[in-house]
Nanobody, 126 residues
Framework: QLQLVESGGGLVQPGGSLRLSCAAS????????IGWVRQAPGKEREVVSC????????YYAHSVQDQFTISRDHAKNTVYLQMNSLKPEDTAVYYC???????????????????WGQGTQVTVSS
């Protein structure tokens, strides 16, 4: 069974950094576009970043451009989201999600993803 497991969330002060990890079991992430989707209280889910299944090209939402970095470690079957200069408005549950793609692809909308992790809470507060 395909499983995605997020880790690395927590409480951090404004301006701090966190690195989220998304590990897979039961399948290799290489064949999937992998995204990080966040949902803040009272708001809709937002794809903040995605890395393609083919050439590791990337997408970032305008709100996190130059602040977040997505990367993929093929050997560890893990995708990371490095989050720097965190702000209170980055507070949300962050989900790792996978899109099964049969050609080069990047997902930019939540409904494009086929598999989801349980989510990890990120809270930015002083």
């Amino acid at each position: 069974q395909l499983q995605l497991v997020e880790s690395g969330g927590g409480l951090v002060q404004p301006g701090g950094s966190l690195r989220l990890s998304c590990a897979a079991s039961g399948f290799t992430l290489d064949y999937y576009a992998i995204g990080w989707v966040r949902q803040a209280p009272g708001k809709e889910r937002e794809v903040v970043s995605c890395i393609s299944n083919s050439d590791d090209s990337t997408y970032y939402a305008h709100s996190v451009q130059d602040q977040f970095t997505i990367s993929r470690d093929h050997a560890k079957n893990t995708v990371y989201l490095q989050m720097n200069s965190l702000k209170p408005e980055d507070t949300a549950v962050y989900y790792c999600a996978a899109e099964e793609a049969y050609g080069p692809n990047i997902a930019t909308l939540p409904n494009e993803f086929d598999y989801w992790g349980q989510g990890t809470q990120v809270t930015v507060s002083s």
